[in-house]
């Protein structure tokens, strides 16, 4: 990827703001099924919160802009998921910075993703975003093509249709929760996959 810095991160924001603006009905439409029918509303507001900044954050090394979006979101999403993708975000960052460059990116991401599922007490087969960020880990692990992430991150997230809810407020229709995607899975597919086409470019 031969881009300078600053239109790396500006883009990757760009991006991910498109792709949540231009979903975001589907995705509290899938909400509203197994939840309250807020989560394109919330990942909307937070990637437009993120979107205002990206000019400061573009300036920023990538471990801070990282850190920066991630408390952005938590300031921004309101609902369970912009504390878990905070919590993502920050911690990847941090690890990222407090290594002085010595941890790989698979590491880092590790690190993030068991935060997450410490702070929203979620384990793999739950029903949540995390059910797409572990295959997701896993490929980037075996350096998988961005391609081939990308297809994974869908695929993880077609599969939380024939899973049981056992976090959040989906967990509280319990076998009805059962033949619904998550919405935090797929705005998490959808988000992988933006960003695996955009570094592919
Ligand atoms: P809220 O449920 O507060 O309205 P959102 O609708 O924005 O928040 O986000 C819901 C999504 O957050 C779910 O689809 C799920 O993926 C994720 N989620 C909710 N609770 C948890 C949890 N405890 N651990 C992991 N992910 C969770
Ligand atoms: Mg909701
Ligand atoms: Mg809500």
Do not use: W
Request: glycine fraction near 10%.
């Amino acid at each position: 990827v031969v881009v300078a810095h600053a239109a790396l991160i500006g883009g990757l924001i760009e991006a991910c703001r498109e792709v949540i603006a231009a979903n975001a009905d589907h995705l509290s439409e899938l909400d509203r099924a197994i939840g309250d029918g807020d989560h394109g509303t919330n990942m909307r507001r937070g990637l437009e919160a993120v979107y205002a900044e990206r000019n400061r954050l573009a300036e920023l090394t990538l471990p801070k802009a990282l850190e920066e979006i991630g408390l952005i979101l938590v300031m921004s999403v309101g609902g369970a998921a912009g504390p878990l993708y905070g919590t993502l975000l920050i911690e990847t960052g941090r690890q990222l910075a407090g290594s002085n460059g010595q941890i790989e990116f698979a590491r880092a991401l590790e690190l993030a993703i068991t935060a997450v599922a410490r702070r929203g007490r979620a384990s793999p087969g739950d029903k949540t975003l995390l059910d797409v960020l572990y295959p997701v880990h896993a490929e980037v692990v075996r350096r998988a093509g961005l391609a081939h992430i990308c297809e994974e991150a869908e695929r993880a997230a077609s599969l939380t249709f024939g899973m049981r809810a056992m976090r959040g407020r989906a967990a509280f229709l319990g076998d009805r929760s059962v033949g619904h995607v998550d919405p935090g899975a797929k705005s998490c597919a959808l988000l992988t996959a933006v960003i695996c086409r955009f570094l592919e470019e």
